[in-house]
């Protein structure tokens, strides 16, 4: 099975970019998609990005993602960030009969 | 609107049983495939397994530390999805969340949570 890693923590200030990486172990990025989650504290996850780089409906044109083949990793991009983007956020992706979620990333705006 | 609504946890002792439920509404619960994923207290999100639609052949999945032990299983007439544990460990302690898809989760239950303790 192949692992996806994110970094621990990010921080940044309200009204920046900040960008949450999640590098695939084994295997290629690009081979299925990749999946983003949101949680706040106390609450369950929601989904932010799917299929690497689509918006739910009502999720704000503030978040995007992408793959990069050449690091073979996904990016969680948030722009103009707010003190409601302060959460914990999961990206998932998985083979034929199993999913992978990565260690979770806890983004503090401070 | 989806909503997706878990019961059926609790205080269970090792080697114990529990079915959990999902009570599903504003979607076509027989054409979803649908998923487990739990988060133990503290830890990061895990998945658990995943039932496909009976039209696309109504098997199912499981991660490697519940294989055996957990069972899904779906009744689409009454738009719920179960989740039959046995064997259970202080490990399988986590809030038990439903979603819909195979592959990725898109809506998510509230979940319900599972204690494994003596």
């Known amino acids: 099975n192949f692992m996806l890693t994110q970094p621990h923590s990010v921080s940044e200030s309200p009204g920046k970019t900040v960008t949450i990486s999640c590098t695939r172990s084994s295997g290629s990025i690009a081979s299925n998609y990749v999946q983003w989650y949101q949680q706040r504290p106390g609450s369950a996850p929601t989904t932010m990005i799917y299929e690497d780089n689509q918006r739910p409906s009502g999720v704000p044109d503030r978040f995007s993602g992408s793959i990069d083949s050449s690091s073979n990793s996904a990016s969680l991009t948030i722009s103009g960030l707010k003190t409601e983007d302060e959460a914990d956020y999961y990206c998932?992706?998985?083979?034929?009969?199993?999913?992978?979620f990565g260690g979770g990333t806890k983004l503090t705006v401070l | 609107e989806v909503q997706l609504v878990e019961s059926g946890g609790g205080l269970v002792k090792p080697g114990g049983s529990l079915r959990l439920s999902c009570a599903a509404s504003g979607f076509t619960f027989s054409n979803a495939w649908l998923s487990w994923v739990r988060q133990a207290p503290g830890k990061g999100l895990e998945w658990v397994g995943r039932?496909?639609?009976?039209?696309?052949?109504?098997?199912?999945d499981y991660a490697a530390p519940v294989k055996g032990r957990f069972t899904m299983s779906r009744d689409d007439s009454k738009s719920t999805l179960y989740l039959q544990m046995s064997s259970l460990k202080t490990e399988d302690t986590a809030v038990y969340y439903c979603t819909t898809g195979g592959v990725a989760a898109g809506y998510w239950g509230q979940g319900t949570l599972v204690t494994v303790s003596s």
């Open positions: 998932q992706s998985y083979e034929s009969t199993y999913w992978v």
């Open positions: 039932i496909k639609s009976k039209t696309d052949g109504g098997t199912t």
